[in-house]
């Protein structure tokens, strides 16, 4: 464990569902951020919370709808999604510096 | 644009060193780190080199220079378990925003 949790670990959805991505952290972070992953290609930001407030939408189809209720918990609503949309969401925290991300294990998204 | 070059895969032998290489151009430069991932788990932070010159961690160093836009994280006395990814990341924004900009990764392969 790292201190980051996320669930679920893997998801199987259709281009019509609606599903939620959830990340918690219990480090006392104030950053939390969702990252892609996709095969051959870097980590890619897509949005950044500090102290609950978004700082960053990073050109981010409107399909990806993020919430953070509070500095302890991320969401990321997906709804309509695209097969090129499959991918490992990972979440991450931190102290609001670069000097060290803690990553989650990620969610395993395949959308069929 | 900004982007970040690493080799795609090496191989080496255990018990050998590795030197993994890492340059970038970005709009700005605050510091470079590295992370590990291994298949299927969290990336998990590394090194952090924000001035010039050798940080060393155990088997581990990350090397960072400026004026060349060059880093390189050097892993010593390579064991089995070293199989895995290795990003590098540059904060190119500062303060409090956090962002980290990654590079596709490098692939290590440890053979006994």
């Known amino acids: 464990e790292t201190g980051v949790t996320q669930t679920p670990r893997h998801l199987v959805m259709g281009m019509t569902n609606k599903k939620s991505l959830k990340c918690e952290q219990h480090?006392?972070?104030?950053?939390m951020y969702w990252y892609k992953q996709s095969a051959k290609k870097p980590l890619e930001l897509m949005f950044v919370?500090?102290?609950?407030?978004?700082?960053e939408n990073n050109s981010v189809p409107s399909r990806f709808s993020p919430e953070c209720p509070n500095s302890s918990h991320l969401f990321l609503h997906l709804h309509t999604l695209q097969p090129e949309d499959s991918a490992l969401y990972l979440c991450?925290?931190?102290?609001?510096?670069?000097?060290?991300?803690?990553f989650g294990s990620g969610t395993r998204l395949t959308v069929v | 644009g900004q982007s970040l070059e690493q080799p795609s895969e090496v191989t080496a032998v255990e018990g050998a060193i590795v030197q993994i290489n890492c340059t970038y151009q970005t709009s700005g430069f605050y510091g470079l780190s590295w992370y590990q991932q291994h298949d299927g788990g969290a990336p998990t932070f590394l090194s952090y080199?924000?001035?010039?010159g050798l940080e060393e961690t155990g088997r581990f160093s990350s090397f960072l220079s400026r004026s060349d836009s060059y880093g390189y994280l050097l892993l010593q006395e390579l064991q089995m378990k070293d199989s895995a990814s290795y990003f590098c990341a540059v904060d190119a924004y500062g303060g409090s925003q956090g962002n980290l900009i990654f590079g596709k990764g490098t692939k290590l392969s440890v053979k006994p």
């Open positions: 480090l006392g972070h104030n950053a």
């Open positions: 080199n924000a001035l010039d």
């Open positions: 919370y500090n102290f609950k407030e978004q700082t």
């Open positions: 991450a925290s931190s102290q609001g510096d670069s000097n060290g991300y803690t």
